[in-house]
Every structure is written in structure tokens, then in C-alpha cells.
């Protein structure tokens, strides 16, 4: 007797399903929509805005500074829209934004990584909720001190650099920013987040959310740590949640 068709069939699908490679999260555009944006950029936008996306007065495209825009919605109502009288609206399909976006997103560079920048009010509720950074983070005089201020985070940091902080800490983190363990010469243990360094003297802020000063002639020790006390947040947040939450910290620029 044959074996049914679907007893024959079942074994190869659980093959397949198995081969088949997990996608990973996409935070970022691909590098084919980057090369659509070359195209398009070229041909559409280079002649006012110059090869360099910076021959607008108070635009830099290349840096990700924009008059009116902080969000890729922002840029793409600017595409389809104009800014009258200077600036005419394009109809363009949603492929081609999508792709001018990317390459701006991209800092003009065809073999970047463009990131996705979603929306500033849901990312700023991110913040203080489900994302957890204000527990740390101190934005315009409100949050503790444990973790560097983030008032201008967004004229300091482009798209890119945020969203790595943000999955990837630890790899992320600056010199600065590297948590620090200090024990006096009477055994006394300071760790915390450096702030500042002189010939005579370190500061920090305490683990414990306190300023401390401690004279150099009396440490015994000093070790910066390699591993973020900031945690990912790649296994909390949703990849449309992490472009919201780059959208707030970009449109983070201090007192403008």
C-alpha cells in the first residue's frame, strides 16, 4: 500500500520551516531602499539641497539637522508636501519616500546603516514607562543622576548611534560613561557613574544618587568597568517601540 500523499509531504515541510532562517528585528531600512534614496536624491533633491545636503540655510540632511522635521513621518510629509515658497511637494510613491528617507537616514552614505525613527510622543512615553530610562536618566532638570543627562542627547547623537546605546549598550558606551569603582586608602568603596577629573580630584555620582568628591592622594585604587549598568532593550521593547524611543531622544536638543 502507497503512503498517503500527505504523510510524504508533512516530513518535507518540517525541513523546510527548520532551514528556513529567523529574521532578525528590522530596526533599519534595507540597502536596497538606501539605493532607491541615491537615485532619487540625485535626481530630485541634489539641485537645491547639494551633494552634500547642507546648501540649505539651517539644513544639514547629511547630519539629520531639519527645520521642521524629527520623525520619518515628519520627513516624508515634507517630501509629499514641499516647504512653499521655497521647496515644492514631489509625488512620489510610497517606495520611493521610503527609499529618499533611508538614504537621508543613511548620512548619504550608500553602504550605511539608515535607522528607523518613529514617533517623539510615543517615545517619550517609553521613557517613562515600559522603557525604563527615566529610573536613571534626567531630562531637562526632571530624573535621578545615576546615568548621564540626556537634555541634548539629540543634537550630540545621530539616529544610529542612539539605537546602538540602546541595543547594545555595552558596546555603546563611551569612555566617559564607564562606571567606576574607587576604594580609599582608609577602605572605603565609592562606585559609581564619573562625572569629572582633575589633577587632585575625581567625581562621581554614587550608585546611591550622591555627589561625591574624593582627593587623589586619598585612593588606593581606581577601576573603570567595560560592562554598561544600562541594560538592552532588545528584549523589551518591540522594534517599532525602539524606532519611537530614538524619535524622543533625537528630538532631545536642549534649550533651543
Known sequence: ???????????????????????????????????????????????????????????????????????????????????????????????????????????????????????????????????????????????????????DIGALRTPAALQRSLLDPTRAMLPINRPVTIVTTAGTTVRGRRTNEDTFSVQLVSDAGELVTVVKADIRSMEAGTTSPMPSVAKVLSTDEVADLVAYLLSLRGVQ
Request: one cysteine or more; hydrophobic letters at 40%.
Open 1 to 151: 500500500m502507497s503512503v498517503p500523499w500527505r504523510s510524504r509531504l508533512l516530513p518535507l515541510l518540517l525541513l523546510v520551516v527548520a532551514a528556513a532562517p529567523v529574521r532578525a528585528q528590522d530596526h533599519t531600512y534595507s540597502s536596497a531602499d538606501i539605493t532607491t534614496g541615491v537615485r532619487l536624491y540625485g535626481a530630485q533633491c541634489q539641485l537645491c539641497h547639494g551633494a552634500g545636503g547642507d546648501t540649505v540655510a539651517g539644513v544639514n540632511l547629511r547630519l539629520g539637522r531639519f527645520r521642521r522635521a524629527v520623525t520619518d513621518d515628519d520627513l516624508a510629509t515634507v517630501i509629499a508636501k514641499g516647504v512653499p515658497p521655497a521647496m515644492p511637494g514631489f509625488t512620489l510613491s510610497a517606495d520611493d519616500t521610503r527609499g529618499l528617507i533611508a538614504f537621508i537616514r543613511a548620512g548619504f552614505d550608500p553602504s550605511g546603516t539608515a535607522v528607523k525613527v518613529g514617533n517623539v510622543d510615543r517615545g517619550r512615553a517609553l521613557f517613562s514607562g515600559k522603557g525604563g530610562c527615566a529610573t536613571c536618566h534626567r531630562v531637562h532638570g526632571t530624573g535621578p543622576l545615576a546615568a548621564p543627562d540626556l537634555s
